[in-house]
């Protein structure tokens, strides 16, 4: 079944505390990437890759890492969570040639106390 | 201002009726316009794109106005599971691969 797997789908941390949100997907998407949803604000894009070791900046990137060493997996990092980036997360990929049709994780409800 | 705009609602509808929705965009350079529907607590998936001559996927229909940059999805016959929160995503692939998510319009079809 194509898909795009995130984990944890829930996580409760505290401040400070580094961790990493993974995201894979077996499409053998080029394009990858991460958003944040908050209440009022909307889908608002973290960080994007268009393939493997090719990655840039969305609407949010601080606070934030990723990288992108195999073309199936897209990990999130936060060196030092605070409690602002406490939201919703998900994952999503698509091919290059039709980056705008995203297929879209379940997922990440991040609490940072 | 944000690069896409859309009216929050809620749009409270009764079942069967016609219900539309625009979407502005402010970079009159934008290509590529899609909708994707999001149910509460759920991922966004993609629900349609939008050809510059209007195009139509049975209950949906989807229009862009270059001119007036906007674009619109207009649902008939609106279905109880019609539920859930349209949101428009515009792209200039020629000023990179960012994506620019609306924020969404919430539709609730009652009975």
């Known amino acids: 079944e194509a898909q795009v797997t995130q984990n944890p789908r829930y996580l409760i941390t505290v401040t400070g505390k580094k961790l990493t949100v993974t995201c894979s997907q077996n499409?053998?998407?080029?394009?990858m990437s991460w958003y944040r949803q908050d209440p009022g604000l909307g889908l608002r894009q973290i960080y994007y890759?268009?393939?493997?070791?090719?990655?840039d900046k969305g609407d949010v990137p601080e606070g934030y890492k990723v990288s992108r060493k195999e073309k199936r997996n897209f990990p999130l990092i936060l060196e030092s969570p605070s409690p602002n980036q406490t939201s919703l997360y998900f994952c999503?990929?698509?091919?290059?040639?039709?980056?705008?049709?995203?297929?879209f994780g379940p997922g990440t409800r991040l609490t940072v106390l | 201002r944000k690069e896409v705009e859309q009216d929050p609602g809620p749009f409270n509808v009764p079942e069967g009726a016609t219900v539309a929705f625009n979407c502005t965009y402010s970079?009159?350079?934008?290509?590529?316009f899609f909708w994707y529907r999001q149910d509460c607590r759920k991922e966004p998936k993609l629900l349609m794109s939008?050809?510059?001559s209007g195009n139509e996927d049975g209950r949906f229909t989807a229009q862009l106005n270059r001119a007036s940059q906007y674009i619109s999805l207009l649902i008939r016959d609106s279905k109880l599971s019609d539920s859930a929160t349209y949101l428009c995503?515009?792209?200039?692939?020629?000023?990179?691969?960012?994506?620019?998510f609306g924020k969404g319009t919430s539709l609730l079809v009652t009975p």
């Open positions: 999503a990929s698509s091919r290059l040639s039709s980056y705008n049709e995203q297929f």
């Open positions: 499409m053998n998407h080029e394009y």
């Open positions: 890759s268009m393939n493997v070791e090719v990655t």
């Open positions: 970079n009159s350079a934008s290509q590529s």
């Open positions: 939008v050809y510059s």
């Open positions: 995503v515009c792209s200039n692939s020629n000023s990179g691969y960012a994506l620019n």
